[in-house]
């Protein structure tokens, strides 16, 4: 076999690297070998994910067969001489030699499925040439041929493969295990959308209860939250202010047993962190509940804070609609009541309808008139209907929505709350009754263009992994432009979708790498029947999920090899969910898919990178007309790869 003895390029090459570890070692006989430590960290250089223990282990089980074979051979005849021989034996066990290296090299090194997938393009060669390179990258990687030259060059780790244009099994791996070859399209790392669009068309990262970090009945607030969630892109983050001792106003969820924040501590991070993640607008949404006397300071506060940032100018009468987030970069907008025309330079009343249970009247309070004005592109007004909002609301007028009202509206009303949308900002916040501050499902909302659906950052899960990736498909600067028929005044949008949207999405479960042990597996236990579901988010009809087989027993790198094909109805909002035994995930935009042979890195629950821990698949996606970025090679090796 090529991972045997055929393969000249890895041998070559292996035997010049365990020179070179003999060198550093400074063993002058190359046959006596290299430290046992030289030699796993040389495999573990290649194979990272690769524990330490399981390499030494192997390579201890080579030394105890070398061991017996060498016994069989002594000459017992002699006492002094079995002695020397065994003492000369014992000392080796801390040496590996040449052939034990490449053989343990050959076991955690060598990849079955990218082996056969070499095979395959390279003519049962044991290496791709640059024409063979060529040609996976065009069919599969979607990729230019120019490039195979300069790839070979990054990632052959033989000399003389660089120097004949040859990629080897090693190379081949290493690009595919590099970051060119990760899932998610590296150009949407930066903003690649049209950002001089109004405000309106774009769906706008938002925080609810931002100063909490646990759940809004009791748990704590901190200014953490802030940073936390302008650090993740959040565009609109929520500021409750209450009256506070000592005349200062304060942060925090009325009538619960969170403590508060000062209001000038948090307006301090807010300033300090509101541009780190992105350069387009920050919106502060004030849910103002104090008293005159204290909103004079609160105003002290946001302009000696917040400076020449905030937007103070005053909308022209005659715009349709809102400026841009271009047009609007490193400018804060805040969000609030604002008094009427009648008040005539006076502190007035004003009506406040979000807090307030639904069966009860309006609340109104007293709003300073200074305060009122620094509100001018993002005015809270009561939503009524849509009749009523399409004959007077104007386009800095924005309606918050209970989330169950939303929720029905979306139901009941999709077609008249995406046209709604096209001119107004909406807001939807959480239900007060998630006292665990659990999150809403926020593509029951953006299926209807709702730009602002607030999440409650702090509670990790899948609502916060679809918010995050969804996000993430536009630099992660926290404003995605929406689909062009929540844009476009002439169309229209029902809930499913016409058969002619569809696209069709290929994608290939192959292998895993590193999976991490079950909860409450034992300590030294081996990840234990390992499989893999593939989830499709989006509108109700693309919603699904598939599963692939239980392999047994093999968590290091588990042979899937299954492939799913998705009907989606519309793929701008649909969203690709991987997630390993319910405990580990990883969630892309169906935009941001790279096409062909990719790794998937896994993520914990809570949304950190698990180190090495990856999925192998092959994406292939078809639009209605027939093209896409990629065609699709069926290929069927799981006999193949089970005999390897």
């Known amino acids: 076999m090529l991972a045997s003895s055929q393969d000249s390029l890895r041998l070559g090459w292996l035997e010049q690297l365990f020179s070179s570890a003999a060198d550093s070692d400074r063993q002058e006989d190359v046959e006596e070998g290299i430290r046992l430590q030289s030699a796993i960290k040389l495999i573990q250089t290649v194979n990272p994910g690769v524990s330490s223990g399981k390499v030494e282990h192997r390579f201890k089980e080579l030394q105890r067969v070398r061991e017996r074979v060498c016994g069989l051979t002594l000459d017992n005849g002699s006492g002094v001489k079995d002695h020397i021989e065994t003492k000369r034996l014992t000392g080796r066990n801390e040496r590996v030699t040449k052939q034990e290296f490449i053989e343990v090299f050959h076991d955690f090194c060598t990849r079955p499925e990218i082996y056969f997938l070499l095979v395959q393009f390279s003519s049962n060669k044991e290496f791709l040439d640059t024409k063979d390179l060529m040609r996976f990258l065009e069919a599969e990687q979607g990729m230019a041929h120019e490039t195979s030259l300069k790839l070979i060059q990054s990632h052959e780790p033989s000399l003389e493969g660089r120097q004949q244009g040859y990629l080897s099994l090693d190379g081949f791996t290493s690009y595919l295990t590099s970051a060119e070859c990760h899932l998610f399209d590296r150009e949407h790392d930066t903003v690649c959308q049209d950002m001089s669009q109004p405000l309106s068309h774009y769906y706008i990262n938002s925080s609810h209860n931002t100063y909490l970090i646990e759940d809004q009945f009791r748990g704590p607030s901190d200014i953490s939250g802030y940073i936390r969630a302008l650090k993740m892109g959040c565009r609109c983050v929520e500021v409750d202010v209450w009256d506070g001792p000592d005349e200062e106003p304060v942060v925090c969820t009325g009538h619960t047993l969170s403590p508060p924040l000062a209001l000038r501590c948090v307006l301090e991070a807010i300033g300090r962190f509101a541009f780190v993640a992105s350069e387009y607008p920050l919106i502060i949404c004030i849910e103002n509940h104090c008293s005159l006397r204290q ?18 100018n005053p909308p022209d009468e005659g715009d349709p609609y809102l400026p841009s987030p271009h047009a609007l970069r490193h400018r804060i907008l805040l969000k609030g009541k604002k008094l009427g025309p009648s008040s005539d330079g006076e502190d007035g009343e004003v009506t406040i309808t979000q807090s307030n249970p639904p069966h009860l009247p309006p609340k109104r309070f007293q709003l300073l008139k200074e305060l009122s004005d620094l509100v001018n592109l993002c005015h809270s007004v009561q939503f009524i209907d849509f009749p009523t909002s399409s004959k007077s609301q104007k386009p800095w007028e924005l309606c918050s929505f209970h989330e169950s009202l939303a929720v029905r509206l979306a139901g009941e009303s999709p077609g008249d709350f995406v046209n709604h949308n096209k001119r107004f900002l909406s807001r939807v916040y959480p239900s007060p009754m998630r006292i665990d501050s659990s999150n809403m499902n926020p593509q029951d909302l953006w299926k209807c263009g709702c730009q602002i659906v607030s999440m409650n950052f702090q509670t990790a899960g899948l609502m916060m992994d679809l918010n995050t990736a969804w996000f993430r498909q536009n630099g992660n600067c926290g404003y995605v432009l929406r689909p062009a028929i929540m844009r476009q005044e002439v169309s229209y949008f029902i809930d499913s979708i016409s ?66 094909e998705f009907q989606i109805n519309l793929p701008e909002l649909a ?70």
């Not at 909103?295 to 103070?312: A, E, P, S, W």
């Not at 002619?500 to 042990?517: A, D, H």
């Open 295 to 312: 909103q004079k300071v609160m105003l002290q506060h946001l302009v000696g804070i917040l400076g020449d940032r905030l937007y103070t």
């Open 499 to 564: 058969l002619e949207l569809k696209s069709l999405t290929i994608i290939q479960v192959i292998s895993g790498q590193n999976l991490p042990k079950p909860r409450g597996s034992e300590a030294k236990g081996d990840v234990v029947d390992p499989y893999v579901y593939v989830e499709i988010h989006g509108i109700p009809a693309d919603c699904t999920e598939r599963r692939t087989r239980t392999v047994t027993q093999n968590g290091d790198n588990p042979i899937f090899d299954e492939s799913f």
């Open 575 to 644: 969203m690709v969910r991987f997630v390993f035994i319910g405990q580990c995930q990883y969630t892309i935009s169906l935009e941001c898919l790279q096409p062909g042979y990719r790794h998937v890195p896994l993520q914990c629950l809570t949304g950190e990178e698990l180190p090495h821990a990856k999925l192998f698949v092959h994406v292939a996606l078809t639009n209605r007309r027939g093209g896409g970025k990629n065609r699709w090679i069926h290929r069927k090796n799981s006999q193949k790869m089970n005999e390897f």
